[in-house]
């Protein structure tokens, strides 16, 4: 794979990370309500999430949802129902304040890392991106090389994002300000991963 292709994944994996979604505001609400030590596990666990799907389209991701598409189905409501799940956990822990605040998002025996690559698994914004997107721009026979290349690129593309999301929102000042919000903030938060989720969940295949 060249330098040329290569340079062009990492520019489009930049775009697609950065756009809106849960991820984003998972990122967000972790490092403000929590600081910076829980939301960099988020961050970890979001860009090995990522990894995965990325590891999955390599392996012929498209290829399997078109002979099953079954698969695709299953995966897409199991995601939804997961950004719902997150989205009312997020509007009615909106009223805590910050200090009540532990890990009440993830499911008993979970880290912030594993919540993390739970939530980019369950993004619909992945689901797409690498099942149609991503697949359709890499080299028709990718050599070993080219997978590590890739997987590398995409790895460090979205630990680097979501840690400087993670950085910059747990510094004093957006904190101070979260706290002053977080109620309200908190319920919008929960509602647009919620919506998130209901779009993946009535979306037609």
Same mark, same amino acid.
């Given at each position: 794979?060249?330098?040329?292709? =290569? ?43 990522? =990894? ?14 078109? /002979? ?35 890990? +009440? ?11 993390? /690559? ?15 997107? $991503? ?8 050599? $070993? ?5 890739? =997987?590398?690129?995409?790895?460090? /593309? ?9 950085? /910059? ?19 919008? $938060? ?5 919506? $998130? ?5 009535? +979306?037609?295949?």
């Amino acid at each position: 794979m060249t330098v040329a292709a =290569l340079t062009h994944l990492m520019l489009l994996q930049v775009l697609i990370a950065m756009s809106p979604g849960p991820a984003v505001v998972l990122t967000i609400r972790t490092a403000a309500s929590k600081g910076a030590r829980a939301a960099l596990k988020i961050s970890l666990g979001l860009a090995l999430g990522i =990894l995965l799907w990325a590891i999955a389209a390599l392996a012929g991701l498209a290829v399997l949802f078109e /002979v099953m598409p079954w698969i695709q189905t299953g995966l897409r409501l199991i995601g939804a129902a997961f950004l719902v799940w997150i989205g009312i956990r997020l509007w009615r822990d909106a009223s805590h304040p910050l200090a009540e605040i532990g890990t +009440e998002l993830a499911p008993q025996g979970y880290s912030g890392v594993g919540l993390g /690559v739970w939530t980019n698994l369950a993004n619909p914004k992945a689901l797409a991106y690498f099942a149609a997107v $991503f697949t359709g721009i890499l080299p028709v026979n990718v050599t $070993f090389a080219d997978a590590a290349a890739i =997987l590398a690129v995409v790895f460090i /593309v979205e630990a680097a994002w979501y840690t400087s999301v993670a950085l /910059v929102f747990s510094r004093p000042a957006p904190r101070q300000i979260y706290a002053r919000v977080k109620a309200g903030l908190e319920r919008f $938060f929960g509602a647009l991963i919620a919506a $998130f989720g209901l779009r993946l969940l009535f +979306e037609r295949t």
